[in-house]
Nanobody, 123 residues
Framework: QVQLVESGGGLVQPGGSLRLSCVAS????????MGWYRQAPGKQRELVAS???????EFSDSVKGRFTISRDNAKNTVYLQMNSLKPEDTAVYYC?????????????????WGQGTQVTVSS
């Protein structure tokens, strides 16, 4: 089993910044991809940003130039630094991890989601 604990959400004014963190723990052999998705009311969940274990990153066009993503492999932690926030960034943000996990005597690939953290951008 793998657990994800997110932190850092909250209320911020337009133009402000927030930093989200997500820590993975459990029976992990290796973490391949760490990332963040978001879901606004009435909309589908969408990728915000992801980072591979080699450091390659991917960003949604809507956040390029404003958000950065990083990971600390020693701590199994991924960070999302969000700058120049806009009201349209308001959503529940979900941490996502693709990892190789221990399942008894086996090793298997697993996709794990966090519980979500609310980010509200409003004046």
């Amino acid at each position: 089993q793998v657990q994800l604990v997110e932190s850092g959400g909250g209320l911020v004014q337009p133009g402000g910044s927030l930093r989200l963190s997500c820590v993975a723990s459990g029976s992990i052999f290796s973490i391949n991809v760490m990332g963040w998705y978001r879901q606004a009311p009435g909309k589908q969940r969408e990728l915000v940003a992801s980072v591979g274990n080699g450091g390659s990153t991917e960003f949604s066009d809507s956040v390029k130039g404003r958000f950065t993503i990083s990971r600390d492999n020693a701590k199994n932690t991924v960070y999302l630094q969000m700058n120049s926030l806009k009201p349209e960034d308001t959503a529940v943000y979900y941490c996502y991890v693709e990892a190789d996990v221990r399942d008894g005597i086996f090793r298997r690939r697993s996709d794990v989601w966090g519980q979500g953290t609310q980010v509200t951008v409003s004046s």
